[in-house]
Structures are given as structure tokens and as C-alpha cells.
């Protein structure tokens, strides 16, 4: 294993081209409490797949002002997550940015969103190459370009099958079956990203753009699908929003995610599904079906895109290995 979160030692994998490198590499975990160890292990996963040989050691950070209940703050103690405020100092090669559950139709109003300007701000003048996924991506195209995104007429859920929509160095190892994960009540569309310059990497005629490329100092890279999702995420997310239902958090029963279930769990979910509209209560909750569904995951597609960004960075350090480092940007430090 070749990823290993800091500060514990680093673990070498085989010996190959990109292996005398150390690629320092931040995680800007910003998902909610219950999500915060499941997605470390679904990234350290993906980093795995793609980094091989190559040594990649992860740092945890966090923006301040995502809204965390105990359990939250007691992971992030736990685990060594520092604030996003900290990033300039980080010396980091790479970054990953992922999103989190909005609870406002303007991402602007967000408690977090003064953070976030701050964080693509440095991104964008001395921070280094950079993969925002889903609401990241959002939140990200609207500071950059003033993009915003589009509400959908019903959300965007399960796995849809995509196409390289043109060669590019991060998609030329990419082959089909291309299936990526989504789960989003709101899309960036085509038309707007290639206008404002962005390049379309992957793209699905039923879920529109998925990896999209903002090509600058260090090239950006976008996600609106989750890549990284294991196969049973997607099963939990509609458990989650089944349970809010009967909870009366929510007044809609949700859909069922696209080409997840089997015939058979599809019937037993729309069985479980007329029930509950006649007994409508939260404890009806642990008689939903024992599905034990393993659906495909993206990871294997995923990881050569990866693997990609990962060989770019270590080009990168190669070429600055003769070169004496700039000092650390103080970016955030001055907007605080």
C-alpha cells in the first residue's frame, strides 16, 4: 500500500519511476459527521488503486465553519484534521476538496462559504494542482467564473454510464464501461462550462457533464459524480432519505437510484414503499428490506484519471528538484 495518512511514517509500495517522490497530499473533508470516516476510507481506497507505486502521504483538513455535533469534532481531534486556514503552511503537492450536504439553495449564504473563497482564492494563486468534487466543483465554478447551478427537476441518483467526450492527458488511459455515481438535486451544464473555458472530459446524455478541466498555473480538475462512492453508498443514501421520510423531515419519497437495484430489490423496496404511505411513522424504519446489494462501483475507471494527476504531480516535483522552493504563500493568513 502506497497512501497513508500523515503523521504516521510513509509506506513505500514497489520501487518504480515515481517512487522516490513523496507526494504530500491534503484532504479537504468537509462531508457531514456521520460521513467524515467513510469518505477517508473511500479516497484512501481510490488513492490506492492509482498510486501503485508511487508514495502518497494524505493530510486531513476541515473548514471551521461546516456545522459539527460532538461526534463530528471528537473524529476531527481524533484524526489530526487541522483547519483549512493552515493550508498555505501545508507544503502540499496536491489537494482534494470534496462536498458536503447543502442546506441552502445559494451556496453563497452558507456558513462555510467565506472559507471556501478563501481556500479557491489560494488554490488559484500559489496552492497546488487540485480535484473539487460535487458541491466543491459547484461552489468552486460559481466563485471562479460566476456559474451557478442549475436545480434539477428531480435529483440526479445512481450510476449512469459516460463517454470521454475528447482525448485528454487525464482521460487517455480511460476505457469503457465508464459508470460514475451521482447523487446531486442540482448540474453545471455543458453550454455554460465551455463558454466560461472549461474543457469537458466525461460526459452522459442521461446524467450531462461528470470530470471537466480548468487548465491554468496548475490545472483544475472538476467532479460532479463521486468517483470515489464504494457500492453500497448509494444504498445508504436511500436508506437515509426513506428514514427522513417516515422521520417527516422530508415530504417526498425518494426515487429509487438508476441502474442500482436488481428487478427483485426494486420490488421489495415498492412494496416496503406502499406500506409506508399507509403507516407513515419513523419507526417503520427497521422493517425496511435487508437488501445486501453490491453494485458496481467507479473506483477502477476512476483511478486511472488518478493515476494521471498523480504521475503529472510527480513530473512536477522533478522538474522543481534542482530548484529552490518559494517561501509559503500567506493567503490565508492575511484573510483571516
Same mark, same amino acid.
Given at each position: 500500500?502506497?497512501?497513508?495518512?500523515?503523521?504516521?511514517?510513509?509506506?513505500?509500495?514497489?520501487?518504480?519511476?515515481?517512487?522516490?517522490?513523496?507526494?504530500?497530499?491534503?484532504?479537504?473533508?468537509?462531508?457531514?459527521?456521520?460521513?467524515?470516516?467513510?469518505?477517508?476510507?473511500?479516497?484512501?481506497?481510490?488513492?490506492?488503486?492509482?498510486?501503485?507505486?508511487?508514495?502518497?502521504?494524505?493530510? =486531513?483538513?476541515?473548514?471551521?465553519?461546516?456545522?459539527?455535533?460532538?461526534?463530528?469534532?471528537?473524529?476531527?481531534?481524533?484524526?489530526?484534521?487541522?483547519?483549512?486556514?493552515?493550508?498555505?503552511?501545508?507544503?502540499? !503537492?496536491?489537494?482534494?476538496?470534496?462536498?458536503?450536504?447543502?442546506?441552502?439553495? !445559494?451556496?453563497?449564504?452558507?456558513?462555510?462559504?467565506?472559507?471556501?473563497?478563501?481556500?479557491?482564492?489560494?488554490?488559484?494563486? !500559489?496552492?497546488?494542482?487540485?480535484?473539487?468534487?460535487?458541491?466543491?466543483?459547484?461552489?468552486?465554478?460559481?466563485?471562479?467564473?460566476?456559474?451557478?447551478?442549475?436545480?434539477?427537476?428531480?435529483?440526479? @441518483?445512481?450510476?449512469?454510464?459516460?463517454?470521454?467526450?475528447?482525448?485528454?492527458?487525464?482521460?487517455?488511459?480511460?476505457?469503457?464501461?465508464?459508470?460514475?455515481?451521482?447523487?446531486?438535486?442540482?448540474?453545471?451544464?455543458?453550454?455554460?462550462?465551455?463558454?466560461?473555458?472549461?474543457?469537458?472530459?466525461?460526459?452522459?446524455?442521461?446524467?450531462?457533464?461528470?470530470? @471537466?478541466?480548468?487548465?491554468?498555473?496548475?490545472?483544475?480538475? =472538476?467532479?460532479?459524480?463521486?468517483?470515489?462512492? !464504494?457500492?453500497?453508498?448509494?444504498?445508504?443514501?436511500?436508506?437515509?432519505?426513506?428514514?427522513?421520510?417516515?422521520?417527516?423531515?422530508?415530504?417526498?419519497?425518494?426515487?429509487?437510484?438508476?441502474?442500482?437495484?436488481?428487478?427483485?430489490?426494486?420490488?421489495?423496496?415498492?412494496?416496503?414503499?406502499?406500506?409506508? @404511505?399507509?403507516?407513515?411513522?419513523?419507526?417503520?424504519?427497521?422493517?425496511?428490506?435487508?437488501?445486501?446489494?453490491?453494485?458496481?462501483?467507479?473506483?477502477?475507471?476512476?483511478?486511472?484519471? @488518478?493515476?494521471?494527476?498523480?504521475?503529472?504531480?510527480?513530473?512536477?516535483?522533478?522538474?522543481?528538484?534542482?530548484?529552490?522552493?518559494?517561501?509559503?504563500?500567506?493567503?490565508?493568513?492575511?484573510?483571516?
Amino acid at each position: 500500500m502506497a497512501v497513508v495518512a500523515a503523521p504516521r511514517h510513509k509506506m513505500r509500495g514497489r520501487r518504480g519511476s515515481g517512487s522516490e517522490f513523496c507526494i504530500e497530499l491534503g484532504l479537504v473533508n468537509n462531508m457531514p459527521d456521520t460521513a467524515l470516516e467513510r469518505t477517508e476510507r473511500q479516497f484512501f481506497n481510490l488513492l490506492g488503486a492509482a498510486a501503485n507505486d508511487l508514495l502518497v502521504r494524505v493530510s =486531513f483538513f476541515s473548514l471551521d465553519g461546516v456545522p459539527r455535533g460532538e461526534e463530528g469534532q471528537d473524529h476531527l481531534i481524533r484524526n489530526a484534521y487541522r483547519s483549512t486556514r493552515e493550508l498555505a503552511d501545508a507544503r502540499l !503537492d496536491a489537494l482534494i476538496v470534496t462536498g458536503t450536504e447543502p442546506r441552502l439553495p !445559494d451556496l453563497r449564504l452558507e456558513p462555510y462559504w467565506t472559507e471556501l473563497v478563501r481556500l479557491f482564492d489560494w488554490v488559484a494563486g !500559489d496552492g497546488p494542482s487540485t480535484i473539487f468534487s460535487c458541491l466543491a466543483a459547484h461552489a468552486a465554478v460559481l466563485h471562479y467564473d460566476g456559474i451557478a447551478r442549475q436545480r434539477l427537476s428531480e435529483k440526479r @441518483f445512481g450510476f449512469f454510464d459516460h463517454v470521454v467526450a475528447g482525448h485528454d492527458y487525464f482521460t487517455a488511459q480511460l476505457a469503457p464501461p465508464l459508470r460514475v455515481a451521482h447523487s446531486r438535486w442540482n448540474e453545471i451544464g455543458e453550454a455554460a462550462l465551455a463558454a466560461a473555458g472549461y474543457r469537458i472530459l466525461t460526459w452522459s446524455p442521461q446524467a450531462g457533464v461528470d470530470l @471537466f478541466v480548468k487548465r491554468q498555473r496548475n490545472d483544475l480538475l =472538476f467532479c460532479q459524480g463521486h468517483s470515489e462512492y !464504494d457500492p453500497a453508498t448509494l444504498g445508504r443514501e436511500y436508506h437515509r432519505d426513506v428514514r427522513r421520510y417516515l422521520a417527516g423531515e422530508n415530504e417526498f419519497w425518494p426515487a429509487l437510484p438508476a441502474n442500482y437495484f436488481t428487478p427483485s430489490e426494486c420490488l421489495q423496496l415498492e412494496r416496503f414503499r406502499a406500506r409506508a @404511505f399507509a403507516e407513515r411513522q419513523a419507526s417503520l424504519i427497521t422493517e425496511f428490506p435487508a437488501i445486501r446489494r453490491r453494485a458496481e462501483t467507479a473506483q477502477p475507471a476512476a483511478a486511472s484519471v @488518478f493515476r494521471a494527476w498523480l504521475d503529472q504531480i510527480v513530473e512536477t516535483k522533478r522538474r522543481r528538484r534542482t530548484r529552490p522552493r518559494a517561501a509559503p504563500a500567506s493567503v490565508l493568513a492575511r484573510a483571516s
